[in-house]
């Protein structure tokens, strides 16, 4: 009876060291890779925007906006290794029900780092552009540490920049984040012609700007999956003639809506949750309970032995 019950104590031991690895490498491994099939929606919100409506050709102050983004995997266009992302966005004036900005996106990204990847026909505003640094989101297990990140409005890859740790309050739920930060300084991203009449300028006619664009973006990323929970955007796009600037084509401080905060944190958590549990907390536990039960089975094995020889 008691070199059964040893055999049995090894057995179970063995299994539980074999599991463990497993757990920590495997399923954790699966549990830390991005969607392919992601479907989410957020809005962000400022309640005194300033921008220049091409509809009505004057400037509008203090205007409530909000930006609604979309973001759809492409599963056919994905692999086990890339996700295949589509993003599209568009910012309007709420009581106006008047959109005056828009975007679109695509851009493969590495599942586990986040990383775009050159690949599956990546363009901004179906222009193709090759894209490069975190893409949509931060990495599994994210580093207090400086990145690199694709901007779309410059379409450029700039450095995004660790500032520290933070504590959110969502929804009465504390939540400890990472907060990075990029400043990209005044940069031409297009040319636009509009009337000189609009430009305070002397003439008739129409005259060629510079569009300029600048932003300070703050990220709050959930460490643990590396998704965004916060997001704020100061932005400023202005119509510049010789440096000077001659119309604010927009300027607003745009962060994430509570509802769309609310909706990160779910879609984290569940990430936040499994993957201690399945990465550290359980193989360790198994790699404690595999050494006592075949320790356990030794004693009992041994103490068979002796007592069979007490016998004889």
């Not at 957020?42 to 050709?57: G, I, P, Q």
């Amino acid at each position: 009876m008691r070199r059964t019950a040893a055999v049995v104590c090894i057995a179970l031991g063995v299994f539980c060291l074999v599991l463990a690895p497993l757990l920590r490498f495997w399923v954790a491994g699966a549990a830390m890779k991005a969607p392919l099939d992601q479907y989410s929606e957020t809005v962000n919100r400022d309640d005194d925007a300033t921008y220049f409506s091409a509809k009505d050709l004057k400037l509008v102050e203090h205007a409530e906006v909000e930006a609604y983004t979309t973001v759809r995997g492409d599963v056919a266009a994905s692999d086990d290794d890339t996700a295949v992302w589509d993003q599209f966005t568009w910012v309007k004036d709420v009581d106006r029900d008047f959109a005056f900005l828009s975007n679109t996106r695509r851009v493969g990204h590495d599942r586990v780092t986040g990383e775009a990847v050159d690949c599956c026909d990546a363009s901004v505003n179906e222009e193709p552009v090759k894209q490069k640094g975190q893409a949509f989101k931060f990495p599994f297990l994210t580093e207090k540490k400086d990145y690199e990140f694709f901007d779309t409005a410059t379409k450029q890859t700039l450095p995004i920049k660790f500032a520290g740790e933070e504590t959110l309050d969502v929804d009465g739920q504390k939540v400890d984040t990472y907060k990075f930060t990029q400043k990209i300084e005044p940069t031409k991203i297009e040319e636009r012609t509009l009337p000189k009449s609009l430009l305070g300028m002397k003439g008739d006619g129409d005259a060629t700007t510079d569009v300029m664009y600048n932003v300070t973006r703050t990220y709050w990323i959930e460490p643990t999956t590396g998704a965004p929970i916060d997001l704020r955007e100061q932005q400023h796009r202005g119509a510049f003639v010789d440096g000077e600037e001659k119309l604010v084509l927009f300027d607003g401080d745009m962060r994430f809506t509570d509802e769309t905060k609310k909706s990160n944190l779910e879609t984290a958590s569940e990430g936040a949750d499994l993957i201690p549990l399945v990465r550290t907390t359980l193989p360790l536990a198994l790699l404690i309970v595999g050494v006592v039960l075949i320790a356990l089975g030794g004693v009992l094995l041994v103490g068979s032995r002796t007592s069979a020889h007490g016998r004889h």
